[in-house]
């Protein structure tokens, strides 16, 4: 499956799991263009079959509720789950 890359300030390796019709996934990615951080995204409900899975037990391994978004800060080092202005602008800002 390829993610899809967001250049900007290196801020360790930062992966976004994302719905592509979720609202607050939206807002989470306009937060992290803004503050100007390189990540990586992906969009989960676009995928499907072996793919989907394959990401759905990547996002459970640091996020076992399965919610979206969820951000995953080196190689799960942290993890913000759902969107939360300040504590991503804490990890990232």
Known sequence: MEMTHVEGKNKGKV???????????KKTKRLLNSLGVEYSYIDV???SGE???QVLDEV????PA???????????ERC???F???EIKEALG
């Open 66 to 76: 399965c919610t979206f978004p969820t951000i995953v800060i080196n190689d799960g």
């Open 51 to 53: 793919d989907k899975e």
């Open 45 to 47: 409900d676009l995928l």
């Open 84 to 86: 939360k202005e300040d």
């Open 15 to 25: 992966i976004l799991y994302a719905l592509s019709t979720c609202v607050w996934c």
């Open 80 to 82: 913000i789950k759902s």
């Open 60 to 63: 459970r391994k640091h996020n």
